[in-house]
């Protein structure tokens, strides 16, 4: 449940992006008072291990756990690029998403795009659980399927449901570090989940790229969020994988930084030639304000 006593309200709109520029908190609360009993009428659906957001897209709210791995931007970045560089078909789009969590980022995509069903697989079966949770709490059970599997074991022991060469789009947001690469926070070595979710522990980088190639359709497209510093790595995967870059977005802090996260599209057996490099996405004008892009990522509602 969310806590609107005032020393913690304004905490809870910065962390879920409801606090906009030039706007106070009790501006946010005036909106906030519309939306919230949608956001906790169905209190059954969730226990006090468990917080409710509102997604702000197609009335749609998300179920995650208190102490476990909660979305973040990325998260929002990746269902944004997906739901524009995915394919447009006469047909319902067939999507797989490997490593949902509690599945923020496909029901995201499933409100911006109304022609795309989503199967999504998760290893952790408490996380697989919310997301089931979440299917129903959005009334999204003819469009999303959530798989308590192991993407390793696709080709030889996954669900029947499953099938090789059925899916037009394969979408993930994998752990950014190996193991044994990167920092451990104190939070993430008492919370296996928070691990699993930052360290390639169920799943190296080559095992996603493995699995997307197995579930694609010829021609079909590949979508992922990654750390700048496994750019090479991301490639030589693809490479090996039959799966051709096409485009490329990098992500900045501030217009002055580096980047420190890219949006990568390929094609599985697609042509060499035509790679394009996509102006850069820059998330903050500064310290305190959504640059105009992110704020439109966030806060429109078109596609």
């Given at each position: 449940m969310i806590d609107f006593s005032e020393g913690t309200?304004?905490?809870?709109?910065?962390e879920h992006h409801l606090l906009q520029p030039q706007m106070n908190v009790p501006d946010v609360l005036f909106?906030?008072?519309?939306?919230?009993?949608?956001?906790i009428s169905d209190t059954e659906e969730f226990d006090d291990t468990e917080t409710m957001e509102d997604l702000g897209r197609s009335g749609f709210c998300l179920i995650q756990k208190k102490n476990g791995f909660r979305y973040g931007e990325d998260t929002v970045l990746l269902s944004f690029f997906a739901a524009q560089n995915a394919p447009r078909k006469r047909r319902m789009l067939k999507a797989a998403e490997l490593g949902t969590n509690c599945g923020a980022a496909s029901i995201l995509l499933a409100a911006r795009r109304q022609d795309i069903a989503v199967d999504g697989m998760e290893v952790?079966?408490?996380?697989?659980g919310v997301f089931e949770k979440n299917i129903s709490l959005n009334n999204l059970e003819g469009r999303l399927r959530s798989f308590c599997c192991d993407i390793r074991d696709l080709f030889s022991g996954g669900p029947e449901e499953i099938k090789r060469a059925s899916y037009d789009?394969?979408?993930?947001?994998p752990p950014y570090h190996a193991q044994g690469r990167g920092p451990v926070t104190a939070k993430e070595a008492d919370c296996s989940d928070l691990l699993e979710a930052r360290f390639e522990v169920n799943g190296t980088l080559e095992d996603?790229?493995?699995?997307?190639d197995w579930l694609l359709l010829p021609q079909g497209k590949i979508i992922l969020v990654q750390r700048t510093s496994r750019l090479p790595e991301v490639l030589r995967h693809m490479a090996d994988n039959?799966?051709?870059p096409s485009r490329i977005r990098f992500v900045h802090v501030r217009p002055e930084k580096p980047a420190t996260l890219f949006l990568l599209?390929?094609?599985k057996h697609g042509?060499?030639?035509g790679f394009q490099v996509l102006p850069p996405l820059i998330l903050y004008k500064n310290e305190h304000s959504y640059s105009d892009e992110l704020h439109s990522i966030y806060f429109d509602k078109g596609d």
């Open positions: 309200f304004s905490a809870y709109c910065l909106q906030m008072h519309e939306r919230v009993p949608d956001m952790q079966s408490e996380a697989a789009l394969v979408f993930f947001n996603f790229f493995r699995a997307a039959q799966l051709q599209c390929g094609q042509k060499a030639g």
